[in-house]
């Protein structure tokens, strides 16, 4: 049985699944038909005989023809509409969309139940990863209960090359200039892209509803060459984590920079790569590392979707997508350890003055190392960094002690907070219900 695809987008990743179909598809009975964009160049230029060509979608998604529309079109809107009437006229879809199927995923996948169609979303995380269908079948008698990893291959590029002597706005440049990192890389440095993949991933290991914006979300701008030095030094590397942690039905969502043992496997990823590491009660730990963005890696994620779908269509069944129906306390006030980088006058009794901030606000000093190579001269007075290693500690109280220290007169700058993995700190503090 021949099975006919719809393709909404051609850009980057729309063109290389574009031209898998076109090469390849008929070895397994799928037929790329008919391709919409909006950009009129890439309609003209598109290397596709044989299909047609088209600026309106809903010719696609409406066409009685076709059995699969694959969304890669990318944001909210319109993509949303497309999949949701896609799915109203029967068929089934596939998204590389991780903004789509983390805000309106729950929607969505209760109107493919109704309709008796398939939903594949691989592509939505990870790239080339199959962590997806890894959760949802391979993993599915475990109990999940710890999902970190590195999801964006742009801020690892750019803390790899920062690990390495650069700062971080060469960085950013160079991950520009090799094709890592958008024009505008907001998104990425600033953990947007982690969170709304992240959300997905514990939605979908947990079978509950986690909206991108009940995670919390720090990015890589404020990373220095102290940091780095620090690191370094103490056996640790710098990586954006997005982390989901759950114990006795409390779940603890994250996204920063975060300090890791040199030890964990997730350390030695480098460059544009992802990794993934999860904890299951049968499995134990595991990781899954690859390409996490793309045109191969992410073209790979979308052909898999389409043949499994394909397969499924040809014996008349759909896959049980998941009803994200069970409740979970989200952690509002989680605790973590990490430090306390501040750039302090070289006088006596500054380091005592931001210890009696810290005691203030109920947070315990484990060290402190000054950073005597970063020492510099401001406006007449000797400025030296100074990292203080602290007990792990609720994030309000981090927050108000920030603040305060932001204001202190020994305090040159803004003071900034890095956070340090480590399993034996973890706990949980103030929860809601999600």
Not at 137 to 151: H, P, R
Not at 207 to 236: L, Q, R
Request: proline share 4%; charged share 25%; hydrophobic share 40%.
């Amino acid at each position: 049985m021949s099975i006919n695809v719809g393709l909404l987008g051609l850009g980057n990743i729309g063109t290389g699944v574009a031209e898998y179909l076109r090469d390849y598809g008929n070895r397994e009975g799928l037929y790329l038909k008919a391709a919409a964009d909006v950009n009129p160049a890439r309609l003209q230029n598109a290397p596709l005989p044989n299909v047609v060509i088209t600026d309106d979608a809903y010719k696609i998604i409406r066409d009685p023809q076709l059995q699969i529309v694959v969304e890669l079109i990318g944001g909210e809107h319109p993509a949303r509409e497309y999949v949701m009437e896609a799915i109203d006229y029967g068929k089934a879809v596939v998204t590389a969309n991780k903004f789509t199927i983390s805000r309106y995923g729950r929607e969505i996948f209760e109107a493919a139940r109704k309709q008796g169609v398939d939903v594949g979303f691989e592509a939505s995380v990870g790239g080339g990863i199959p962590i997806i269908q890894s959760l949802r079948e391979d993993l599915a008698a475990n109990t999940i209960s710890l999902i970190t990893g590195i999801v964006n291959g742009t801020t690892n590029y750019i803390l790899t090359r920062m690990s390495e002597g650069m700062e971080y706005g060469d960085a950013l440049r160079v991950a520009q200039e090799k094709g890592f990192a958008e024009r505008d890389p907001y998104l990425d440095v600033s953990g947007q892209d982690a969170r709304h993949k992240l959300a997905i991933l514990a939605s979908v290991a947990w079978n509950t509803w986690i909206h991108p914006d009940s995670v919390s979300c720090e990015g890589i701008a404020e990373i220095t060459p102290k940091d780095m030095d620090f690191a370094a030094e103490f056996g640790y590397a710098i990586k954006l984590l997005a982390t989901a942690r759950k114990r006795s039905g409390r779940a603890e969502l994250r996204v920063s920079p975060t300090l890791v043992s040199v030890s964990h496997p997730l350390a030695k990823v480098v460059d544009e790569f992802n990794a993934i590491y999860l904890e299951g009660n049968l499995c134990g730990p595991q990781m899954y590392l690859g390409r996490g963005a793309g045109r191969p890696a992410t073209t790979s994620a979308v052909i898999a979707d389409i043949m499994r779908i394909a397969r499924d269509i040809r014996r008349g069944i759909h896959d049980d997508l998941p009803s994200l129906d069970e409740e979970h306390e989200l952690v509002e006030d989680p605790v973590c350890g990490g430090y306390f980088r501040l750039d302090l006058k070289h006088v006596a009794g500054s380091l005592a003055k931001v210890a009696e901030v810290l005691a203030k606000h109920g947070i315990s000093i484990k060290d402190s190392v000054q950073r005597n190579r970063f020492r510099r001269e401001v406006n007449g007075d000797t400025v030296i960094p100074d990292i203080i290693t602290v007990e792990p500690v609720e994030d309000s109280r981090v927050r108000r002690a920030l603040e305060e220290l932001e204001k202190c007169d020994r305090v040159f700058g803004k003071p900034f907070y890095l956070r340090i993995e480590d399993s034996s700190d973890a706990s949980v503090g103030r929860s809601s219900r999600s």
